[in-house]
């Protein structure tokens, strides 16, 4: 299956590589606050945080019949026999159909500014919105960190994960880095107004001068 991601990045991002973080390697782009600081990860008031502010987020980024990339990328050391023996989950568990699932493309990758002993494989899934359980995979993303049944990477202590959601129709990407916050990049700010404008006490207040910034220049 041909990879549809490089062309799409180059064309719309200027070639801009897919990694954390988005927000500060992409021209325009957001980057919102999810849990609350300071709080418990499972305390009910924070997890009820995380779950509406990334529904909310995702839902305003991608429509119903939106063209999506679905990106995982796991990193491991060279010689780690993880995915081999027990291949990511995130297709099978948070993909509705399997007919989809074949259409899964995945690559095997070295980033040269890493450590030389660190790969990245990458999965990729052309899919739509209604074609994922997105709430869901969202709240295993936040709980990554943390011990708990959702973890995608569980039992693997060297391994590390990250989630792309790429709006091919809209050209938007969605990244929850973690339960901290979440990164939306655009290829056209003007597809970041809305967010900007109705969720606009979510932004981080550390990036919140660059981002009105960005968003009020022309």
Partial sequence: MQNKLYPFMQNHFDGLVLRPSLFYSSK??????????????????????????TTRLFDQVFKDSDDILLITDVHTMKDDRFLENRPTKVYQKYVRRKDIRYKLFYELFHIEEEDENMVTHRFILPC????IRYQP????ISYEDFPHPTQ?????????????????TRKMIFHLYDDRGCDIIASDKENLRSLYRECNNWILDYDRVQIDDMMNNQ
């Fill in 152 to 168: 995608l990477l569980k039992g693997s202590q060297h391994a590390g994960i990250d989630i792309y959601f790429v709006n091919v």
């Fill in 28 to 53: 325009d782009g957001l980057r919102f606050e999810i849990s609350i600081p300071g709080v418990n990860h499972l305390n009910k008031r924070n997890l009820k945080q995380i779950k509406d502010r």
């Fill in 137 to 140: 995979l969202l709240m295993a």
């Fill in 128 to 131: 739509q919105k209604h074609d």
